[in-house]
């Protein structure tokens, strides 16, 4: 009975078919244990004792094979804690973020122009006419102040400052100066905040965003990244604006082949002349931004003496920089925020 009930007990794979070999055998009212139990009143008197104890012994046995078996079920269901902790095995990795794809690039430019001497520096996000406007030169009548083209800004009629205008609770936030707010719809802002607080010469990269309300597409976005770049001294050329933009571009794509720099001609308000600047890369001229020598309004806008010192500035756009490195057709994907998208980069 014993070994009967040992191999029973075993056998049970979990806790309800270990119940049911334990009613079997130890089950108060007709557990096979209970009927040996029944049958000792027939058993011979002068054997009395010695069955007894017998049957206690079997008892003992089946209770004690029933124990060990609640106790192996019980640690196999707590994950297996029996089995021995091996140290050789090897961990589980964890998922480790990563830097955003515009981020990546951001900082990879900053580097390569800490490298040719460009210290970066950051400017706000919420800018006035003088710096957006007035002061690169752009005049009030300018189409570049169209409101369709700028995120003017609003001040709610319980004071809180909001964006658009025009709405019947709102009305136009004003600076200081009692001019318009805006979001910066360029990082050329910078070069105006450096310069009026720095004496020539100057050698800056300013990096953010900038806002502009144009509809979402495959290569528009109302918010976008530019990189500025500003240099003042005396005796600055065109030459030298062609040699920075040359080497930045080389470091930045030319890890295989060279890369050659290309400016057509073009207007901006506070460059004069002014040009687009290509690349060719990959077998194919790419436009990546607009520079020029800064112009003489600006130079005086700022205090400076145009007769004393020139300088070139240039802004390019970050995303496509990113997207042409990355071969992303689709600026909207790097602010879907999917991290099956930016765990790529
Ligand atoms: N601010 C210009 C733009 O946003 C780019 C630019 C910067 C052009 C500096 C010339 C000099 O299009």
């Given at each position: ?14 806790p ?20 040996v ?44 804690a ?6 050789t ?7 480790l ?6 981020t990546q ?9 800490g ?22 030169n ?8 169209d ?10 009629e ?30 050329s ?7 009026e607080?720095?004496e020539?010469?100057v ?5 953010g ?14 918010m ?37 720099v ?9 460059t ?9 890369w ?17 130079l005086?806008?700022v ?8 300088g070139?500035a240039?802004?390019?756009g ?20 999917d ?7």
């Open positions: 009975l014993a070994s009967d009930a040992q191999s029973a007990f075993d056998a049970a794979a979990d309800d078919a270990l119940e049911v070999a334990r009613v079997e055998f130890l089950g108060a009212k007709a557990g096979r244990l209970k009927a139990q029944k049958g000792m009143g027939k058993v011979d008197k002068a054997d009395k004792p010695a069955a007894g104890q017998k049957l206690n012994a079997v008892k003992q046995s089946i209770e004690s094979a029933f124990e060990a078996s609640t106790k192996r079920l019980a640690c196999g269901e707590s994950g297996g029996t089995e021995a902790f091996d140290p095995v090897p961990g589980r990795p964890f998922r973020g990563h830097l955003h794809p515009i690039t951001i900082e990879r430019m900053k580097e390569i122009m490298r040719l001497g460009f210290t970066a520096v950051e400017g706000p996000e919420i800018e006035d006419d003088w710096h957006n406007f007035e002061a690169l752009i005049p009030l009548s300018h189409p570049a102040r409101p369709l083209d700028n995120f003017y800004l609003g001040v709610a319980n004071g809180s400052e909001v964006g658009g205008q025009g709405s019947g609770t709102t009305r136009a936030a004003h600076g200081p100066d009692g001019k318009p707010l805006l979001l910066r719809s360029q990082t802002t910078v070069q105006i905040r450096v310069m607080d720095t020539p010469p050698r800056i990269v300013s990096l965003r900038v806002y502009r309300p144009d509809t979402a597409d495959a290569t528009h976005y109302p976008f990244h530019q990189i500025e770049g500003l240099l003042i001294d005396k005796q600055v050329t065109m030459a030298d604006l062609k040699s920075v933009l040359r080497m930045f571009c080389q470091a930045y794509y030319g890890e295989q082949e060279d890369v050659h290309r400016f057509r001609t073009s207007f901006f308000p506070f004069e002349p002014s040009v687009e600047v290509d690349i060719n990959q077998g194919g001229w790419m436009e990546i931004g607009g520079a020029g020598m800064v112009d003489p309004n600006v005086r806008a205090g400076y003496d145009p007769e004393e010192v020139s070139f240039f802004g390019m970050v995303e496509r920089i990113a997207m042409r490195q990355h071969g992303i057709r689709d600026i909207r994907d790097l602010y879907a925020n991290v099956r998208f930016l765990s790529q980069f």
